[in-house]
């Protein structure tokens, strides 16, 4: 009996092992797969990662950047929504008390300013109307990490990643 049910347990944990499938994603602010029109060469990368290491072939005809984005990852984009008209200016980032938001000319319409926390939960939240050139988040009753601040005027969108001291 023991000859039989051995095997069968074998193959049934085989199986239910090969069943499962688990995809590699990065998420990051930037990122892009690209591929030459002639499949000869791709190119795949995310903003802000580290590079450990790069390789050349003896004739120089091959390069090869290694670091933590490995093949086969899927980048995702935190946000895909147009820019704002207007440059902003998010400072000092890294920050420790104070964040100020500075646009380098005056929105039309509602803008919204949404602080997200390090573990994505909305933690601050404000309108203001069109005028106000500069904005500031008070950051000293927050813990040290990565927020996300979105600025959103109509459809438009930008988001900034803020680390707090």
Known sequence: MKRILSPLAALFLFFSL???NLDQHVISSAGSFDVAADNSISL???LGELVVTTLESSDASLILTQGFQQS???IDGIELHPELDVEVTVY???ARDIVNIKFSEELKGETMIFLSGPDGRLIYNKAFMPGVLI???YMDQYPS???FLRIQNGNKLNVYKIIKL
Do not use: E, M
Request: aromatic content about 12%; charged content about 5%.
């Open 145 to 147: 990490g990565t927020y």
């Open 18 to 20: 090969n069943a499962q």
């Open 92 to 94: 000092p980032n890294p």
């Open 44 to 46: 795949s990368w995310t």
């Open 72 to 74: 086969k990852l899927l």
């Open 135 to 137: 904005q500031q988040i």
